[in-house]
């Protein structure tokens, strides 16, 4: 048998019993990426998502680390793990991780994985509809897998989102001055006007919007420390990133988004719960009527639709529920190996 017959006919590798294997599916919602562990993950202990969340990071971070760093994933590498539920009427629970740590809300992994539960029938598929109740951190997540042919377009009602300080003003070096707003969609963001500094959302200025949203996000995160509070939990309280709010050059969209999260990542989506907070905001300022639907872009140019579904009082807050929209496809299907004795096993990340 010649080699290239074995090549052909050898496509699977034996590996010993004491190697780690980890199956997921990989998947983009406008470009973002979620890496959907299905097993070999360990058990995320706790009654609540919070609760395995906490487990995960105090007790196996470096499960994390092996996913989300080099060489398996990357600097901008997102992904999840799925949990029983949390509330009877849920589905099931989800927990969200990245370069840094774990997200309390995503809205692109909500995208995808709701897509994801129809596609591989882990829900009662409903047409035209079939609606998913999912446990997130930040609490429970209502969304909406629309069928219509062999089109699936997901949208998804984010927990009650609202506004903590508008037109802030803080120094930030080689830039001066700079406005912000702050509100929360699942996650706390501080909300910067991109024509302040004359800096285009565009792909090219990449390394200087982490930079910038870094610093934003730092100063902010130790000016407005106390500012920055749940009402309702405490470990939801916490600046998450900076988003930058730009013009778009399509005449059909509304803006652009660019967020700047974690430990510097770039959302290539225009963020789910980053658009959440936006329909605070403008539910806020007047900007937006309950049930106006606008377009965002994101760096990339791809979409997610925004409206505020409903408005309502969040113990003493103003807030909205944001229904948020978007398309998710599926990259591939994976088994990763983890060789005990390879000294990167646990990853390496390089930013």
Sequence with gaps: MSVYKRILDRTSLNTDSNWGRVRTIDMHTGGEPLRVILSGYPEAKGETVLERRGYLNENQDHWRKTLMFEPRG???????????????????????????????????????????????????????????????????????????????HCRFHCVPSFVIALDQ?????????????????????????????????????????????????????????????????????????????????????????????????VDRSPTGSGVSGRMAIHHKRGDVEIGETIKIESILGTVFTGKVYSALKYGNLDAVIPEVGGSAYITGQHEFLIDPDDPLKDGFIFR
């Excluded at 285009?200 to 934003?216: A, K, R, T």
């Design 169 to 265: 003003e803080i120094e930030i070096s080689n830039y001066g001055s700079i406005k912000y707003d702050i509100a929360y969609g699942g996650a706390f963001y501080a909300y910067v006007d991109a024509s302040q500094f004359k800096l285009e959302l565009i792909p090219e200025n990449y390394e200087e919007l982490i930079q910038l949203g870094m610093s934003i996000k730092n100063a902010v995160a130790k000016k407005d420390k106390t500012l920055i509070n749940h009402p309702m939990e405490e470990d939801l309280s916490f600046l998450y990133g900076t988003i930058f709010i730009g013009s778009s050059k399509s005449p059909n969209l509304h803006s652009r988004n660019v967020c700047i999260f974690a430990g510097g990542e």
């Design 74 to 152: 990357h600097a901008d590498m997102y992904g999840c793990i799925l949990t029983p539920p949390e509330r009877e009427d849920s589905d099931f629970g989800i927990i969200f991780m990245h370069n840094e740590g774990y997200s309390t809300m995503c809205g692109h992994a909500t995208i995808a994985i709701s897509k994801l539960a129809v596609e591989m029938g882990w829900v009662l598929v409903v047409r035209p509809t079939t609606q998913i109740k999912i446990d997130a951190p930040c609490g429970q997540l209502s969304a909406f897998v629309d069928l219509e042919g062999d089109k699936v």
